[in-house]
């Protein structure tokens, strides 16, 4: 299985700050994905960040509020900008350690709280 | 698009007992289901993984079946432990992306 270390576990923002969300993998990998999970929800896919090139965002995220870094194959960042209380959720990185289509990992995940 | 289902949302057994959580998908065309446990509060920790071609896998007391024509996979539980206590996600990978369920939450008494 992959190490996937995040950072930070968790913090608390003031609106209309931004947070940068650090992912690092112990392994290279292809893609990596952003998720968010809002206060009792299930896992929403944010983006897929590829390694060289612009990430693909999913229907409802943009990125001017949700920029993302690739700038090798084992690390990625996620900007959660100008923030507001809604954006309070957990925010996941994930690989497919063994490739596209392959077991997912995820990493511990961090706890973002806007006041 | 792909919608995923978990029933029952919640679920509380005593301490012992085999059980079944439940996951159903809308669109049968997947790559593969995998089964996780989310801690409060935290990341999210693979169980099993069942490819499209395959029935079932097991790890342990964990036993995940997937029958891909009626969209359904279910994660069997044996012999239910107090470390147990988790929300279970089941998440299908489609062509396109992973979608996930909408997770049962499961609290096993001691």
């Known amino acids: 299985s992959a190490v996937i270390s995040q950072k930070p576990s968790r913090d608390i923002c003031q609106r209309g700050t931004s947070l940068t969300i650090q992912c690092q993998v112990d392994s290279q990998v292809t893609m990596m994905f952003w998720y968010r999970q809002q206060p009792g929800q299930s896992l929403t896919l944010i983006a897929t960040?590829?390694?060289?090139?612009?990430?693909?965002?999913e229907s409802g995220f943009v990125i001017d509020k949700f920029p993302i870094s690739r700038p090798n194959l084992t690390f990625s960042t996620l900007t959660v900008s100008n923030m507001s209380p809604e954006d309070s959720s957990i925010y996941l990185c994930?690989?497919?350690?063994?490739?596209?289509?392959?077991?997912?990992?995820f990493g511990q995940g961090t706890r973002l709280t806007v006041v | 698009k792909q919608e995923v289902t978990q029933i029952p949302a919640a679920l509380s057994v005593p301490e012992g007992e085999n059980l079944v959580l439940n996951c159903s998908f809308t669109d049968s065309a997947i790559y593969n289901l995998q089964w996780f446990r989310q801690d409060p509060g935290k990341g999210l920790t693979s169980l099993l993984l069942?490819?499209?071609?395959?029935r079932e896998q097991t790890s342990g007391r964990l036993n995940a079946s997937l029958d891909k024509s009626s969209g359904r996979s279910t994660l069997y539980i044996a012999a239910s432990q107090p470390g147990d206590s988790a929300t279970y996600l089941c998440a299908v990978r489609g062509y396109q992306k992973v979608t996930f369920g909408t997770g049962t939450k499961l609290q096993v008494i001691p």
């Open positions: 960040a590829n390694q060289g090139s612009e990430a693909t965002y």
């Open positions: 994930s690989v497919e350690l063994y490739g596209p289509n392959t077991e997912a990992f």
């Open positions: 069942i490819q499209s071609s395959q």
